[in-house]
């Protein structure tokens, strides 16, 4: 996923995130994320239960206290790592230029949270959650709100959406799965609805 024009709305100069420097990306959050999520998971290789201990677990099936902080930075697999980071990468210079660091960390980390603590008192399917889609979801509804004409391709497809248009449609697709199977095929439908619903209650809040 990756925007294909640039969005309508312009960041200040200084926050211009087509012409940003590598010294400047050095300064944005976006890069340390995806670091710190590529080290858990390389991690997992040396600590094989890492990612079990990580993951968000359901009340009263193993839930501990620290894991609605530690399941968004935790993936299975390297392409469930790299799906989620590519479209870190491709939606959060634009959000991050908006909000700023500390608005969009907060973005990033409230989503993560609260989809999490949702997940384990709320969902009702009693598998584990790890991943950081909750985030994304999230960064997706933000984006969506800040820019909602901006067209986005999602590789294969070969035509753009709208951002806005995307976001609806993948919360109704989520809703639709979700209603027919909570987790179908290890996804967890429950909580990419709950990434976009907190991440667009920030944009309103944030407004």
Excluded at 50 to 63: D, E, I, R
Excluded at 80 to 96: I, K, R, T, Y
Excluded at 178 to 199: A, K, Q, Y
Aim: glycine share 10%; charged share 10%; with cysteine.
């Amino acid at each position: 996923m990756y925007p294909l024009r640039p969005p309508p709305l312009k960041p200040p100069p200084s926050q211009n995130v087509r012409g940003r420097s590598f010294g400047q990306m050095r300064d944005s959050v976006v890069p340390h994320l995806i670091i710190i999520n590529a080290l858990i998971w390389l991690a997992s290789f040396r600590f094989p239960e890492l990612p079990y201990w990580l993951a968000v677990h359901k009340n009263g099936y193993g839930l501990e206290w620290w894991q609605p902080f530690t399941y968004f930075f935790t993936h299975q697999s390297f392409w469930h790592l790299l799906a989620n980071m590519v479209a870190l990468w491709s939606l959060g210079p634009a959000v991050e230029a908006i909000l700023r660091r500390g608005g969009f960390l907060r973005l990033y980390l409230s989503t993560g949270l609260g989809a999490g603590l949702m997940l384990a008192y709320l969902d009702p399917s009693p598998q584990p959650v790890l991943g950081a889609s909750t985030s994304v979801s999230g960064l997706l509804a933000a984006f969506a709100y800040l820019f909602p004409r901006s067209q986005l391709v999602i590789f294969p497809i070969p035509f753009p959406f709208s951002a806005k248009g995307l976001a609806l449609g993948f919360g109704m697709i989520s809703l639709v799965l979700f209603l027919w199977e909570p987790v179908m095929g290890g996804i967890s439908h429950f909580g990419h609805l709950c990434g976009l619903v907190l991440g667009w209650a920030y944009m309103r809040w944030w407004r």
